[in-house]
């Protein structure tokens, strides 16, 4: 969409850019190459506002010892996303 707007001059400085790009960090190049709708879940938010809803609630109900199990229940599932995201990036 942007090339259309683009005379023909910007369009083969931009078109130098990226190559110069792809040559210097095929990885980024790739990256932004995709196309944008392949974001991912934001699954660290999700859980940091399931924390937020479910430790009040866990120590209302059920005391100092429910909310730090539930506490430590999240810390583990954060360490495993976050490992996999760092096994995934790794792989890449």
């Given at each position: 969409?942007?090339?259309?707007?683009?005379?023909?001059?910007?369009?083969?400085?931009?078109?130098?850019?990226?190559?110069?790009?792809?040559?210097?960090?095929?990885?980024?190049?790739?990256?932004?190459?995709?196309?944008?709708?392949?974001?991912?879940?934001?699954?660290?938010?999700?859980?940091?506002?399931?924390?937020?809803?479910?430790?009040?609630?866990?120590?209302?109900?059920?005391?100092?010892?429910?909310?730090?199990?539930?506490?430590?229940?999240?810390?583990?599932?954060?360490?495993?996303?976050?490992?996999?995201?760092?096994v995934g990036r790794a792989v890449r």
């Open positions: 969409m942007v090339r259309r707007m683009l005379d023909e001059q910007e369009r083969r400085a931009l078109e130098q850019i990226e190559q110069g790009l792809s040559r210097q960090d095929p990885a980024f190049a790739a990256r932004m190459g995709r196309p944008g709708d392949d974001r991912r879940f934001p699954t660290i938010l999700a859980l940091c506002v399931s924390l937020y809803i479910a430790l009040p609630m866990a120590t209302m109900l059920f005391g100092w010892v429910a909310a730090v199990i539930t506490f430590d229940v999240f810390a583990v599932i954060l360490a495993v996303v976050l490992a996999r995201r760092d």
